[in-house]
C-alpha cells in the first residue's frame, strides 16, 4: 500500500479529468490523478471524432484521450491506474481509498467520475458499438447522412436525437418500449411534424444484426411487447438514447447531490457543498454531455481549486 499526498487530487480521466490536471500541473499544485476503471472514460467507446477543436481530420475517441493523458504527463501531473473506493470528506486533507489498497490524501480534490450511458444490456448492442451502435447522435450523426437510422427510448434525450438526426438520416425510427412517450408535449409534436420520423411503439429491440466483415449493423429485430411478434427493422446505425446515470455511488450521503443523482455545484462554477471539493464535467451537469464541455469545466475546477488553496496559505 502506498500513500500519495498532494494539493489537488483529481478522480477520473476523461476531458474533465485530464484538462483539472493540466491547469493544476500548469499552476504548480502537482496534482495526482487517479484514472478509474475506465481509462480515458465515454470517449474511449467512440470511434470517430469530427467535432472537438483542434483536429482538422476525425480523431479516435481512444486517440484523443491517449493525447489528453500524454499532454497531461508531459505537463507534470502524476497519474494512477487504480480505482477510488471511499471517500472521507469529513476534514481536509480529504482521504480517498482505493482497490489498489492506497490511500490518496488531497487538499482539494476535483470528482471528474462522468455518467455512463444506459445500454439495453444486449450481447449484440455490446458486439456493434462503435460499428453502427452509438450512445450519442451529436457525435457519430454526421456519418449517417441519407442512411436509415433508429433511435431507442421515449424521453427528451431520445426525441431530441431523434430530430438532431433528420439533420443528416433519410428516416429516423423511433422505438418506444410503450404507447406513449416521457418526452414533453412540444417535442412530441416536433417529432410528430417532422416527416423523416416515424415511431415504432410498444417495441423492443431484440437483437441488433450486421455484418461481420466489416462489421457493421445492418437491421434490428424488433419484438412487439403486447403481441410477442417480432419483425426486422433494416437500419444502418442505432443509436440508444434510454437515459444516463451519473457516475456518483461513492458520494451519496456525503456530498448534495440533485433528484437524478448529479453533484450539485454553486452558481455554473464546480464547488460543491464541501469547501476544497469540486466537482467537473459529466457528473455535474447533465445538460451537454460533450467533451469539450466536460474539458473547460474541468479548467474551471482547476482554476477554482487554486483560488481555493490560495485563500488557505
Ligand atoms: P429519461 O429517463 O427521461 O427517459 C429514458 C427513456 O428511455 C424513457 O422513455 C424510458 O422508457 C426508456 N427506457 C429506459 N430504459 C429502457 C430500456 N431498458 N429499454 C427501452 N427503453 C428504456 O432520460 P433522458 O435521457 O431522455 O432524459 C434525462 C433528463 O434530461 C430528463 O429529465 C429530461 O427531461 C432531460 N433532458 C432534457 C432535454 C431538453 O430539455 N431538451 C434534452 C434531453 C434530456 P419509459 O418511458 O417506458 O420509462
Redesign the pocket.
Known amino acids: 500500500m502506498a500513500e500519495y499526498k498532494t494539493k489537488v487530487l483529481i478522480i477520473g480521466s476523461g476531458p474533465a479529468g485530464y484538462t483539472a490536471g493540466i491547469y493544476a500541473a500548469r499552476a504548480g499544485l502537482n496534482p495526482i490523478l487517479v484514472s478509474g476503471s475506465q481509462v480515458g472514460g465515454q470517449l474511449t467507446i467512440t470511434t470517430e471524432i469530427e467535432n472537438f477543436p483542434g483536429f482538422p481530420e476525425p480523431i479516435g475517441g481512444l486517440d484523443l484521450m491517449q493525447r489528453m493523458r500524454e499532454q497531461a504527463q508531459n505537463v507534470g501531473v502524476t497519474i494512477v491506474d487504480d480505482l477510488i473506493t471511499e471517500v472521507d470528506f469529513s476534514k481536509a486533507p480529504y482521504h480517498c481509498n482505493s482497490a489498489g489498497s492506497n490511500l490518496f490524501c488531497g487538499d482539494t480534490v476535483i470528482i471528474a467520475t462522468g455518467a455512463s450511458a ?1 445500454w ?1 444490456g444486449l450481447d449484440s448492442e455490446k458486439k456493434f458499438l462503435g460499428f453502427g451502435v452509438s450512445g450519442c447522435a451529436t457525435c457519430d450523426g454526421f456519418f449517417y447522412r441519407n442512411r436509415d437510422v433508429a433511435v ?7 426525441a ?1 436525437e431523434a430530430l438532431y438526426l433528420t439533420n443528416f438520416a433519410k428516416s429516423v425510427t423511433l422505438i ?3 404507447d406513449s ?2 418526452a ?1 408535449k412540444v417535442m412530441q409534436q416536433r417529432l410528430a411534424d417532422n416527416q423523416k420520423i416515424k415511431i415504432e411503439w410498444d417495441s ?1 429491440v431484440d437483437e441488433v444484426v450486421g455484418t461481420e466483415n466489416p462489421l457493421g449493423v445492418t437491421g434490428v429485430v424488433l419484438k412487439n411487447v403486447k403481441t410477442d411478434s417480432k419483425k426486422e427493422l433494416k437500419v444502418d446505425g442505432l443509436f440508444i ?4 446515470h451519473p457516475n456518483t455511488d461513492l458520494f451519496k450521503g456525503i456530498l448534495e447531490l440533485d433528484n ?1 443523482g448529479y453533484i450539485k455545484t454553486k452558481d455554473n462554477g464546480c464547488e460543491t457543498n464541501i469547501q476544497g471539493i469540486f466537482a467537473a464535467g459529466d457528473v455535474q451537469n ?1 445538460n451537454y454531455r460533450q467533451a469539450v464541455v466536460a474539458a473547460g469545466s474541468g479548467c474551471i475546477a482547476a482554476l477554482e481549486a487554486e483560488k481555493y488553496l490560495s485563500r488557505q496559505n
Open positions: 444506459r439495453l431507442v427510448g421515449g424521453g427528451n434525450t431520445a431530441d418506444h418500449r410503450r412517450l416521457r414533453d423492443v438514447a434510454i437515459g444516463h437524478d447533465p
